[in-house]
């Protein structure tokens, strides 16, 4: 059974897109990644580029929740899900979110370029492994998922650090599952 | 990139129909090999269909007792699944090797299995490729080709298949369901890529507008004896060197059947079927399936800069089947 | 442990980085680069990039404007059709759009003349020449006593050649800037490691006054040596900027920093030692072969760091470099002693073997009392106490040092252990203190904090030196209107910025104390200059010093390396922020660890460029990689440089790790690898059944 969908050869569209919370309706060219979206379209810089091409990490947000890499995710494509990112992770009244506090606490950043991204994996990867979803690091697939250090490495290996930060991002996240 | 238009395709008959009557058309899954791709230059499609809508993110049980997985499945959802993990470990051990947490979270099964080679001329539209532009050249031989294939290349391309998941789904026998111009049909996994030869453009045997919509694992019992073994430059969130999926069926100390892949050394995931000749009937012993290794390897045309590989894969081959193997009491390694 | 004070603003996202200043009316450039590593641009045809709709410019050698300045070859850019390297910038779009300047800089098409291009570093290449310095402008060639009759006459000798691969800096935040010209003064938003060396030189580039240039760089993403000098994007942004009477944003994509932005050169490295029978050195000669591109010459110092390490009567060190066509090489994270102690330490590590001596014991015995070549005493230097303290707590006694001896299921195990060596020295620069009649002070100084807390360490010693509380004390840095100051560069940050703040914070307190406390309605100002003090300081030998302990495990099956610790003690000076100078020095070691493991960009010689140019073919230590890492410190003065007493932590971190690692790799294995990366191929031995 085959619907009747013309195809047209506009190369931009209205779009409208949710993020934060709150509802944007945009006219984009096609081409126009939610990275890009967000940085350049909506004011919304807090998520960084670094590589543009899904090998860093750095534009991570979430989208319904799960951590994706927003500079592979089209911004027309992206329409329907609920983008956080890390300016709408922390509370209404400026609260920091855990991550956030305990990435402070615990000096997990420098230059601060990687940041934004890797606290918004942080904050979905304590959901997956709440989730009970195994990684590559995990002793067994079907027993209970225990974020230990290997565990929490392995689990954001898809954020790279050039600082150099690793060891303070494990503490922090380590702080965070305590 | 150049310019295109976007539809969400309402259902498959469309998203093939509208493939296939529209040049520059192509199906638009997660994204994380095209998107990419696009921004290379690599790809550049006029018009891309999205179908993540219309495909199936489930995974259902099948008649038979096996599993048929949407091609819209998530990768991390396919790792995560616990029929997967306790049926298919080497399925689901595969997929959590690929990428990165973020990736596998957007990348669908369908897309998985038609990603692209990760060769660094192929990614790069200055330089020849015979893959891209046919009759260009192969710069790999004389340049760059530490990562590349040591079987199943040809004089015209050594690229290699970079997907674990596909390595796995080898090893379990998978069959391919697609939806095409006529109408619905499956393919075993093993007949639908080709091998380069002197046409390295052509990769599938699939035609304009095939659209995977499912891969269907048969039933294996003694699948939940399998694992999945990656080796990589880095700890982690790197292509593999070279990585083997295996599966083995050992009773009173021999091997009734053995399944065997190999990854990230071919142009498409290698079932290693003269290894897992050699092994059948035989003690499931590290003397065996050393010489089930030399035997599939014999095969094996290196170029200069990836010989090691032929150590490394019969290395982790021996291992993966020791570890299999000793599983079960009385194995021996 | 005070907490990094931009900690909140970059864990919120407010931290605002060069590329995301939005003026009003912004436009987007981006770069054109050539595919030919030698020749000439023939034609360049644009007429396909202007047809599209929204492209504002196609700025190539032909149209482009006149630049008055053009002694820096590699920000003369679209002066000349000549092509120097491969992914040099030849033209460019500027577009209304990022999507629409992207599209179109792949629709300009340009021809080449190409020439038969040499890209390939050789020992004895026919071009090696002897510069005349090396960078920054140390002696190129040292010699003392008779190297040759010591070494050939010694009980014990190593003779062996190092190399380590080009490798790129990769800050995780290209290289991005925003330019906007009023009138004749130029605002540019520019992600740099100095904001006055940047606005100067762009000055220059121009033809304008330095006061007609303002450049801001609130927050830096990392620089690692790439951004102490401003690079062909900043020119771009500027150049586009004036053409098309608009803003103008450029950021360098990942993989064309692989080409434009600095990288380290590779080397080769000959080490040989002679040694008495207990391991004391009689004759010590290092030499270094290196390459640079056509249009700049820069050598790396590799052997300078051998001149003062270790006692030894007799002794040589030489640089040769030649010109290939290749990207300019510049600083990236040590430069001179990452690569150099990389190649030294190891071969202190073979003569350990070779004598049969502690490696920790060798290095103590050739400890020196004075600068070995030039005979100034040290200001201060307690490599011993780093050596001693990290083998006490990296469990170093009794260490067995046979190698391939000791194995855990699969894993081979192993130690290994290198000294770490940086210079400590301090650049002039100004600052200026203001107090408010309402008691609020302000402390400006036009450094720059590159991730490496130099905020919170400024403000620390501000507050130390005014005598109040930092919450009183505001500290605008990141400008080059402000005070003018040194990069972020070399470890000489924080000392010669806080030089220049403690100075002016004093005269400020001296001022307030004579006027009893009063201050007027105007406030009180206290302007500080440090370019006498630093010019006054004795010529002694000033260096930071460190050990480094490596435990690796090796999978037998696979040649899988991994490092399950790594122990660096370091004697810097006083550490003004201990969270953030921990966290420097572990970053430093992290970068070593990913030099050791990781990292290398493979010239192709047919095209002339590294054909894996981007983060998925050039790979740094992720997470993964990286397990136990602590890095701690031993108390130490530092009498002469500057009030504040600190050497500077930024580079010394990197410096001797990947030769720990490569000592541990061959404690574990028997495999000494002496060609960095150390990838599994290296190590791959056939598994026995």
């Known amino acids: ?178 | 990139m150049r310019p295109f238009s976007y539809v969400v395709a309402p259902d498959p008959a469309s998203a093939v129909a509208m493939v296939r009557e529209r040049a520059g058309a192509v199906f638009l899954g997660g994204g994380t090999n095209l998107v990419d791709l696009m921004k290379l230059g690599v790809a550049a499609p006029g018009t891309l269909v999205d179908v993540t809508g219309l495909l199936s993110g489930r995974t259902e049980r099948t008649a038979g007792g096996g599993l048929l997985i949407g091609a819209g499945v998530r990768n991390s959802d396919l790792a995560a699944d616990p029929r997967v993990r306790a049926e298919f470990p080497v399925l689901a051990q595969a997929v959590l090797a690929g990428a990165s947490g973020q990736l596998r979270n957007m990348a669908t099964v369908g897309g998985n299995l038609l990603q692209r080679t990760r060769c660094l001329y192929f990614q790069d539209v200055t330089k020849p490729c015979n893959k891209r532009v046919p009759g260009s050249g192969c710069p790999a031989r004389a340049g760059e080709h530490r990562d590349l294939a040591i079987l199943g290349g040809s004089p015209h391309c050594a690229a290699t298949h970079p997907s674990d998941m596909a390595v796995a789904l080898a090893a379990l026998d998978a069959v391919v369901h697609v939806e095409g111009a006529a109408g619905p049909r499956v393919i075993p996994l093993g007949e639908m890529y080709r091998l380069p030869g002197g046409e390295p453009d052509r990769e599938t045997t699939l035609e304009r507008g095939d659209l995977i919509t499912a891969v269907e694992l048969p039933a294996l019992e003694h699948a939940a004896r399998s694992a999945y073994r990656k080796v990589r430059d880095r700890a982690s969130y790197a292509f593999g060197v070279a990585s083997v999926a295996a599966a083995l069926d050992v009773a009173g100390g021999i091997v009734r059947e053995a399944r065997i892949a190999l990854g990230a050394v071919a142009p498409l995931p290698w079932r290693a079927r003269r290894a897992e000749q050699v092994l059948t009937g035989r003690p499931a012993s590290a003397e065996w399936f050393g010489r089930a290794a030399d035997a599939e390897l014999a095969a094996a045309a290196p170029l200069p800069g990836n010989a090691f590989k032929v150590t490394l894969v019969r290395n982790i081959v021996v291992a993966v089947l020791g570890e299999l193997a000793g599983a079960r009491a009385g194995g021996t390694a | 442990m005070t907490a990094r004070v931009d900690g909140p603003d970059k864990v919120t996202g407010r931290a605002r980085y060069a590329f995301e200043h939005h003026p009003d009316g912004v436009a987007y450039a981006w770069a054109v680069t050539s595919v030919i590593a030698k020749g000439a641009i023939r034609s360049v045809d644009a007429a396909q990039a202007l047809a599209l709709p929204g492209v504002l410019a196609v700025i190539t050698p032909d149209n482009a404007p006149r630049l008055p300045g053009t002694g820096d070859p590699e920000l003369a850019l679209f002066q000349s059709r000549a092509v120097a390297y491969r992914g040099q910038f030849v033209a460019a779009v500027v577009a209304g759009t990022l999507e629409t300047a992207r599209d179109a800089a792949s629709r300009v098409v340009i021809s080449y003349e190409p020439e038969a291009h040499d890209v390939t570093l050789t020992a004895g290449h026919p071009g090696l020449y002897k510069p005349d310095f090396v960078n920054p402008r140390y002696q190129t060639d040292t010699a003392a006593g008779d190297f040759d009759g010591a070494f050939a006459a010694a009980a014990v000798r190593v003779d062996a050649t190092y190399r380590t691969p080009a490798e790129h800096n990769h800050p995780m935040e290209p290289h991005a800037a925003v330019a906007a010209w009023h009138d004749d003064t130029l605002t540019v938003y520019d992600s740099t490691q100095g904001p006055s060396r940047t606005a100067g030189q762009i000055a220059v580039v121009f033809g304008l006054e330095p006061g007609q240039v303002r450049v801001i760089a609130e927050h830096v993403g990392g620089g690692f040596g790439a951004k102490g000098m401003p690079r062909p994007n900043v020119i771009l942004a500027a150049m586009a900027a004036r053409v098309t009477g608009r803003p103008v944003k450029c950021a360098v994509t990942r993989p064309q920093m692989f080409a434009v932005t600095g990288h380290r050169a590779p080397s080769i490295q000959r080490v040989r030692l002679g040694a008495a029978p207990d391991g004391r050195l009689t004759a010590l000669c290092h030499d270094v072969v290196g390459q640079t591109s056509t249009l700049k010459e820069f050598t790396e110092q590799s052997a300078v760091a051998t001149r003062h390490m270790y006692a030894a009567p007799h002794r040589r060190t030489t640089h040769r470099v030649v010109r290939l066509d290749v990207p300019t090489p510049s600083w990236m994270r040590a430069p001179g002693e990452c690569p150099g102690m990389f190649a030294l330490e190891s071969a202190m590590d073979e003569l350990a073997e070779a004598c049969r001596i502690d490696p920790v014991e060798l290095r103590i015995r050739n400890e020196p009392a004075v600068h070995p070549e030039t005979g100034q005493p040290f200001s201060s230097r307690h490599l011993t106490a780093c050596l001693r303290e990290g083998a006490a707590r990296f469990g170093w006694a009794g260490r067995d040092p046979a190698p391939g001896a000791r194995r855990d299921g699969r894993w081979l195990t192993g130690t290994g252990v290198a000294a770490s060596t940086y210079p400590a020295r301090a650049m002039a620069s100004q600052a200026r203190v203001t107090v408010s009649q309402a008691g609020r002070y302000e402390v400006s100084i036009a450094a720059a904090d590159i991730g490496t807390g130099a905020r919170t360490a400024l403000l620390a010693v501000a507050a130390e030196a005014l005598g109040v509380p930092a919450a009183a004390i505001g500290l605008r840095i990141g400008d080059s209107a402000l005070p003018p100051a040194m990069i972020a560069g070399g470890s000489m940050g924080t000392a010669s910025w806080t030089w220049a703040v403690i100075k002016a914070c004093r005269a400020l307190r001296d001022q307030v104390r004579d006027r009893d406390g009063a201050v007027p309605p105007g406030g009180l100002t206290a302007d500080a200059d440090t370019a006498a003090d630093v010019s006054a300081l004795p010529a002694h030998a000033r260096y930071s010093f460190g050990a480094q302990f490596a435990e690796v495990r090796v999978d037998a099956d696979t040649g899988e390396v991994r490092v399950p610790r790594l122990l660096g003690v370091f004697a810097a000076g006083r550490i003004i922020s201990p969270a953030q100078a921990r966290s420097q020095l572990i970053g430093g070691m992290t970068m070593g660890l990913s030099m050791a493991l990781h990292e290398e960009s493979a010239m192709d010689p047919e095209f002339g460029d590294y054909p894996n140019h981007d983060l998925a073919g050039y790979h740094l230590a992720a997470h993964a990689d990286v397990q136990d890492i602590d890095a701690v410190w031993i108390d130490e003065e530092e009498p002469e440089l500057g009030p504040a007493g600190a050497k500077g932590i930024g580079e010394v971190g990197i410096v001797g790790t990947a030769a720990a690692i490569a000592g541990a790799v061959y404690h574990a294995t028997g495999i000494r690898v002496r060609d960095l990366p150390i990838r599994l191929d290296k190590l791959l031995t056939r598994s026995e059944p």
């Open chain 1, 1 to 178: 059974m085959m619907a009747c969908v013309t195809i047209t050869d506009q190369t931009s569209s209205e779009l409208t897109l949710r993020v934060n919370g709150a509802v944007h309706r945009l006219h984009l060219d096609h081409r126009t990644t939610l990275l890009d979206a967000l940085r350049e379209h909506l004011g919304l810089t807090g998520t960084k580029k670094g590589c543009d091409h899904g090998q860093c990490g750095a534009c991570t947000v979430l989208a319904d929740g799960r951590r994706v890499n927003s500079c592979l995710l089209l911004a027309v494509a992206a329409q329907g899900a609920e983008i956080t990112t890390i300016e709408g992770l922390a509370g209404p009244g400026g609260e920091l979110h855990p991550v956030q506090a305990a990435f402070v606490e615990r000096d997990a950043l420098q230059c601060g370029y990687c940041t934004p991204g890797q606290i918004c994996s942080a904050t979905a990867m304590l959901g997956e492994a709440a989730a009970g979803w195994p990684s590559a690091a995990s002793a067994s697939l079907t027993g209970p998922v225990t974020l230990d250090a290997a565990e929490i490495r392995e689990r954001m290996s898809g954020n790279l650090c050039r600082c150099g930060a690793y060891v303070n991002i494990l503490a922090a996240i380590a702080d965070v599952v305590s």
